[in-house]
């Protein structure tokens, strides 16, 4: 396109002819720079945006999460519900006024959130009151309502982490079982059992042993103040032992009824002594017992033996006395003798019971008495 340039304009006034043709030539520059601009742009090769682009644009995400002032983009008030103010929303930022019905905040306190995922009656988020509480919350479709969780706060997760997390037994509550040989000294706080352990009650002792550890937080030179509870599986007999600032102080063994129970021995009768037999055929055989706390008890009647220091029998294995033991029996009173009749029994050491001397005769010795074994 040409720019055609006007006729110049003339008049006997030349001021003023020359003050017009002097604009007319300023507007025809302005416009022929015009012209050079638009034909500049027509062969431009390089459009001012592609297709792509503007596709890109057109179909870029319109939807707000929050106002356009940055604020929340939904208010439920007093009387409205969270629920339905966002279940048909997405992603989206909200306020409960307080005394919402579905808020978890308490009722004074405003609750400030975000939906973070969100499409038809199904969603997740996040949300804060004012009072510092901190939420999560979700639906699904088949939901009438949101279930809020409140997340711990910093008291509480410092209660957690600093509270004892020691397993007393294993994940299934049973008692830990220790391998063979365990020193029994070393376990801590809690219940175990194994067999074959170290400083057990009864020493080379294989069976198994329930052994209950209760450890306090005193220690003192060294020593950890503990108590020991050890119960042996196969007779149910209990010891206890205690760690004191000396050190370990030794197992005691708990006696129970059962312990009160007597299991007689029935010693064989020797040198020349035999079983006293009465008409009323009482059981006069010598029987001896010794009890938990180690006192041994004697019991019969013999008859016709040698007298002196050779044993009438001997006592059983453990029986023995802690030093030697004289015994005053009664004895028989026939033949001619008149009162109570009396022998002199002696018991050694090593285990022999023996009827040193009597008053009578030999047709009637009773050996009754009780004394301490030696342990």
Partial sequence: MDIKSP????????????????????????????????????????????EAEKKKWNES????????????????PADGSIFNAIKDKG????????????????????????????????????????????????????????????????????????????RLTPNDGRVARVPNGTDIFKLPTGPYMGAQLLNAPVENDTSFYYVDVFETAYEQNGVIYKRIIATRSFDNITWIGTFH????????????????????????IENGWKTYKSEVNNDYRVRVAKDALGNVTVKGAIAGG???????????????????????????STGGFKGPQ??????????????????????????????????
């Avoid at 047709?363 to 009780?370: A, K, L, T």
Wanted: aromatic content about 12%; hydrophobic content about 35%; proline content about 5%.
């Fill in 7 to 50: 006729k110049v304009f003339e008049t006997s006034d030349k001021a003023h002819a020359d003050l017009f043709n002097e604009m007319v030539k300023v507007l025809l520059k302005n416009d022929t720079g015009l012209l050079d601009q638009l034909g500049g742009h027509i062969n431009d090769t390089k459009p001012h945006a592609s």
């Fill in 61 to 76: 995400q319109l939807y707000k999460i929050t106002a356009d002032d940055g604020r929340h983009l939904i208010a439920v």
């Fill in 91 to 166: 992603m989206c930022t909200f306020v409960a006024y307080p005394g919402v019905e579905d808020s978890p905040a308490p009722s004074n306190a405003y609750l400030r959130g975000i939906q973070t995922v969100g499409q038809n009656n199904i969603g997740t988020g996040f949300a804060i009151d004012t009072s510092g509480n901190a939420y999560y919350f979700y639906y699904n479709s088949s939901h009438i309502s949101i279930t809020w969780t409140q997340l711990p706060s910093v008291a509480e997760r410092n209660k957690w982490n600093n509270g004892q997390l020691y």
């Fill in 245 to 268: 600032a000396q050190g370990f102080k030794g197992w005691e063994r708990i006696i129970t009824s059962g312990d009160a129970k007597l299991n007689w021995k029935y010693p064989t």
């Fill in 306 to 332: 040698t007298l002196g220091d050779v044993p009438a029998f001997m006592l059983p294995e453990g029986c023995e006395p802690d030093s030697p033991f004289y015994n005053l029996g009664v004895a028989s």
């Fill in 342 to 375: 009396k022998s002199r029994q002696y018991i050694a050491t090593d285990g022999r019971f023996c009827i040193q001397d009597t008053s009578s005769n030999t047709e009637f010795i009773v050996v009754n008495c009780m004394f301490k074994a030696k342990e």
